[in-house]
């Protein structure tokens, strides 16, 4: 009576599992197939924009920056300063 009853709990347990699977799968796939399918069409996106860009830079002349673009930074204590000689 025991093994009988042990075998039935085996047996609902391997059903109650393949169901929970087969409902679990039909949830998470579909996520898994928009999730993938927005990802996809964003890396297009970033392509495009990637190469419209790296044309930009190909047809504009980058030698064009202005003297005031740099940064220089400041002088602080070399001989030819105003601020000193650096040393003490």
């Given amino acids: 009576m025991q093994g ?6 085996e047996t ?6 393949a169901v929970v699977f087969c409902i679990g799968s039909a949830l998470i796939i579909p996520k898994v197939a928009h999730a993938t399918e927005v990802l996809s069409s964003l ?7 990637i190469e419209s860009n ?5 047809t504009t002349n980058l030698n064009t920056k202005s003297s005031s ?3 220089e930074p400041p002088n602080n ?3 030819d ?3 000193g000689t650096g040393t003490r």
Avoid at 4 to 9: A, F
Avoid at 54 to 58: A, G, I, M, V, Y
């Fill in 69 to 71: 673009d740099i940064y």
């Fill in 12 to 17: 609902s347990l391997k059903i109650a599992s």
């Fill in 4 to 9: 009988n009853i042990s075998r039935q709990i």
């Fill in 81 to 83: 300063s105003e601020h």
């Fill in 77 to 79: 204590g070399s001989p």
């Fill in 54 to 58: 790296s044309q930009t830079l190909n």
């Fill in 43 to 49: 890396a297009a996106n970033n392509v495009r924009v």
